[in-house]
């Protein structure tokens, strides 16, 4: 394979029907909006010839219509899935800042040391991220490769290849819909990390979100 062709895109999913709040394990749909961004970033990014996702619905109902319409195979992989928010599962900032405004503040200044409570430990979070992304690298001789995931898995691995501390986590902006593509070189090593964006689309008159 040539390097024009040795890449692996990062896919956020799109807006879904919980709205905004700490969703990590949190099974939500897509809204109709969530899942047409999803759709143009699709088109306007592909081909693939694999696909990788989330086991979460949210990532994997459009991966499995991608799969499946471009008759290329697809891998649910449990290690894509966001990082586990304990307490604060399903809770939105907002509440948070009501309730408990001083583990908010300090979870935004120092994810690394202040997670909420009963919440996956970042280090855990990060070591099986980076586990699904060398599994990943793997296989990049055999066709670029599209990862749909969540914007925490996909801070972990910029951070990785970009060799940033963990402390920037959330420095980092990774939108809905949006998508990174990392390009290989002979051997795995990350020659560069382009970010493509999102398609922006106005909300119809039926999408809640």
Same mark, same amino acid.
């Given at each position: 394979m040539s390097s024009s062709t040795s890449y692996i895109d990062l896919m956020r999913h799109g807006e879904t029907t919980g709205g905004f709040a700490f969703r990590g394990s949190l099974d939500d749909a897509l809204t109709d909006l969530g899942?047409?961004?999803?759709?143009a970033g699709h088109d306007r990014h592909g081909p693939w010839q694999q696909m990788i996702?989330?086991?979460l619905r949210r990532c994997l109902a459009?991966?499995?219509d991608w799969s499946r319409e471009a008759g290329i195979p697809l891998q649910e992989e449990p290690r894509l899935r966001e990082m586990h928010f304990g307490a604060w599962e399903g809770r939105? /900032?907002? &509440?948070l800042m009501e309730s408990e405004p001083e583990a908010l503040g300090r979870f935004w200044q120092d994810p690394l040391n202040h997670i909420p409570p009963g919440a996956e430990p970042l280090v855990a979070f990060r070591e099986r991220v980076l586990l /699904?992304? &060398?599994a990943a690298?793997?296989?990049r001789d055999a066709g670029p490769q599209l990862l749909v995931t969540h914007g925490g898995v996909i801070r972990l691995i910029l951070l990785h290849v970009q060799q940033r501390p963990l402390s920037d986590l959330l420095k980092l902006e990774v939108p809905h819909a949006c998508v990174f593509r990392i390009h290989l070189q002979a051997g795995g090593t990350v020659s560069t990390v382009s970010a493509l964006g999102a398609v922006e689309m106005e909300a119809t008159a039926g999408d809640l979100s």
């Open positions: 899942r047409a961004r999803m759709q996702s989330s086991p459009p991966a499995q939105t /900032a907002a &509440e /699904a992304w &060398e690298l793997t296989r």
